[in-house]
């Protein structure tokens, strides 16, 4: 009758036995509960701490996205006050021997998405021996911090250069995106473009994006998907081009919409008025001084002509 002394009961065999035994059990117990409902809680709890693990559960490691734009200066504060300094350097270069990344390199800070900086500072990475912050600090300020350190290799645009990149928003891009940036542009209405364009305020979306995609984007668009391409493209009005070294100031531009630096805030710059797509034609129709009644035929719509004919 003893099990132990049949062969077929090895230990392994044993173990492997219980471990089914339990996998079936992890399947049927949250069943069992569900159906009896008074069932032996106390047991049912017990061996879910016991058998499920921390990265199963996952409830403890989810990211909390903040309320408020993360804010570069607060996140400085942060970094000094737990001494990240320490290994990396107050500079962010890293003290040699503590650490081989260089976080002032904008080469690898382009490639980093700022929710795997978050979850890296918030809950560690298995593998790596790290301080991890949610302990001492709330995890807006770890935003705060993942902005800082960001920063170190790509800063946000000064509020100079701020202002003068945001009347080129307003004239290429506001008319899809919106003023705010909120994806609600007068070209989107009556939501005819399909998908919407996308919401610069969604700091979900954002910081599942490395800088590298965003300035693939912008540079070269998204085909089919109504996101023009602008490198290499001219706004005269303007007087911009669009090279490599503009495409990453409206990079830093659209980062401005879901973090902030002290600058950009404390020069409390408005948002732009929305433009080009609609004052070229506007100019262009000025500087022909064409008569729109002539061009048009009969036919033409009352609303389209209207304006025009208001403004002789
Ligand atoms: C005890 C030394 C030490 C301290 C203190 C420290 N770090 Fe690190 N940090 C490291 C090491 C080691 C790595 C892993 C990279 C490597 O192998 O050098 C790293 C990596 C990183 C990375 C890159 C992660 C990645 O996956 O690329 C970031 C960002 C970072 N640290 C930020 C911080 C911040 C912010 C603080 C302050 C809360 C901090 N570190 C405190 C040693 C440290
Ligand atoms: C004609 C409308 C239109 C204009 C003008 C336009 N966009 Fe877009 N943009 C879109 C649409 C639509 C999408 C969304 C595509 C999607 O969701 O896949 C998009 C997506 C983007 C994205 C990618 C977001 C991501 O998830 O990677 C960025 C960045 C962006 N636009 C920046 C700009 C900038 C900067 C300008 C001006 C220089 C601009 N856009 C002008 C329509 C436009």
Request: aromatic share 8%.
């Amino acid at each position: 009758m003893t099990r132990s002394k049949k062969p077929v009961f090895t230990f392994e065999a044993f173990a492997g036995l219980t471990t089914s035994l339990l996998a079936l059990l992890l399947v049927v117990l949250p069943a069992v509960t569900l159906v009896s409902g008074c069932g032996n809680q106390v047991t049912v709890k017990g061996d879910d701490t016991q058998l499920v693990s921390k990265d199963v559960t996952k409830g403890g490691r989810e990211a909390i996205y903040p309320d408020d734009k993360p804010s570069e200066p607060d996140g400085k504060v942060v970094y000094e006050k737990l001494s990240c300094a320490e290994c990396h350097g107050t500079d962010g270069k890293g003290v040699s021997g503590k650490t081989s990344v260089d976080l002032t390199s904008a080469s690898y800070m382009h490639k980093q998405k700022p929710i795997d900086q978050y979850m890296f500072l918030a809950f560690g990475k298995d593998g790596v021996k790290h301080p991890t912050t949610l302990a001492d600090i709330s995890s807006q300020k770890t935003w705060n911090l993942v902005y800082y350190v960001r920063s170190l290799a790509a800063p946000l645009l000064s509020a100079k250069e701020y202002a003068a990149v945001t009347p080129v928003y307003g004239a290429n891009c506001a008319v899809c995106h919106g003023p705010k940036g909120y994806g609600d542009g007068p070209l989107n209405k009556y939501n005819v473009l399909e998908p919407n364009p996308a919401n610069f305020q969604n700091y979900k979306r954002f910081y599942d994006r490395t800088d590298d995609v965003l300035f693939d984007h912008i540079a070269n668009g998204i085909k089919w998907e109504g996101m023009p391409n602008f490198l290499g493209k001219e706004d005269k009005t303007k007087g911009i081009k669009f090279d490599e070294p503009y495409i990453w100031k409206l990079v830093a531009y659209v980062r401005a919409f879901h973090s902030t630096n002290k600058q950009i805030a404390e020069a409390n710059i408005g948002s732009p008025t929305v433009g080009a797509p609609i004052d070229n034609s506007k100019e262009g129709a000025k500087a022909e001084d064409a008569k729109p009644a002539e061009e048009k035929p009969a036919d033409a719509k009352p609303e389209e002509a209207k304006p025009q004919g208001e403004t002789k």
